[in-house]
Antibody, heavy 122, light 107 residues
Framework: QVQLQESGPGLVKPSQTLSLTCTVS??????????WSWIRQHPGKGLEWIGYIHYSGSTYYNPSLKSRVTISVDTSKNQFSLKLSSVTAADTAVYYC??????????????WGQGTLVTVSS | DIQMTQSPSTLSASVGDRVTITCRAS??????VAWYQQKPGKAPKLLIY???SLESGVPSRFSGSGSGTEFTLTISSLQPDDFATYYC?????????FGQGTKVEIK
């Protein structure tokens, strides 16, 4: 059974960089055609897809965040990471990591981490 | 971006009711829609993918249908565990986007 677990600071100061890591267990991040994603949910709001990384290193970022986002992968640790720069209070949200799966098309999320609340405040 | 619009935003229903949630896409997305259930303080859970494929382990009272721009999630007989918020999501084109959610409440 694949499991994902987010880790990282729960409090980030404005203008700084938010950094989160997702550790994958129960399966190799390098096997299969999966798109390891970050998704966030503002308090009481809907879901926003941030972007993905494939184990090959290919990435895609939501254009709304592209200038501030970097997603990377460390296959030796079975982890992938999110960096979001120049954060403001608008980036306060629960951040989820998730596995994007493929059938005839790719992009539905079958496994999710529990989520981690990141608050941007001085 | 493709906009996904769910209706209704809130739905009040009783145990045993048949419930239908609609999701409309701002442009055609073939059958590339997924549905998720989210309970307070929890991560979303995949219910349906490719518009009508039931995720393993999900009860058969959940079903999905549709193609093009209109999609539905149906719960054939609402159970106490089903009171939650439901989201649709398209993965036809980037960026992948979600609907705003439909909260299913106890009547």
């Amino acid at each position: 059974q694949v499991q994902l677990q987010e880790s990282g600071p729960g409090l980030v100061k404005p203008s700084q960089t938010l950094s989160l890591t997702c550790t994958v267990s129960g399966g190799s991040i390098s096997s299969g055609n999966y798109y390891w994603s970050w998704i966030r949910q503002h308090p009481g709001k809907g879901l926003e897809w941030i972007g993905y990384i494939h184990y090959s290193g290919s990435t895609y970022y939501n254009p709304s965040l592209k200038s501030r986002v970097t997603i990377s992968v460390d296959t030796s640790k079975n982890q992938f990471s999110l960096k979001l720069s120049s954060v403001t209070a608008a980036d306060t949200a629960v951040y989820y990591c998730a596995r994007g799966n493929c059938g005839p098309s790719c992009g539905y999320f079958d496994y999710w981490g529990q989520g981690t609340l990141v608050t941007v405040s001085s | 971006d493709i906009q996904m619009t769910q209706s209704p935003s809130t739905l009040s229903a009783s145990v045993g009711d048949r419930v239908t949630i609609t999701c409309r896409a701002s442009q055609s997305i073939s059958s590339w829609v997924a549905w998720y259930q989210q309970k307070p303080g929890k991560a979303p859970k995949l219910l349906i993918y490719d518009s009508s494929s039931l995720e393993s382990g999900v009860p058969s009272r959940f079903s999905g249908s549709g193609s093009g721009t209109e999609f539905t999630l149906t719960i054939s007989s609402l159970q106490p565990d089903d009171f939650a918020t439901y989201y649709c999501q398209q993965y036809n084109s980037y960026p992948w986007t979600f609907g705003q959610g439909t909260k299913v409440e106890i009547k």
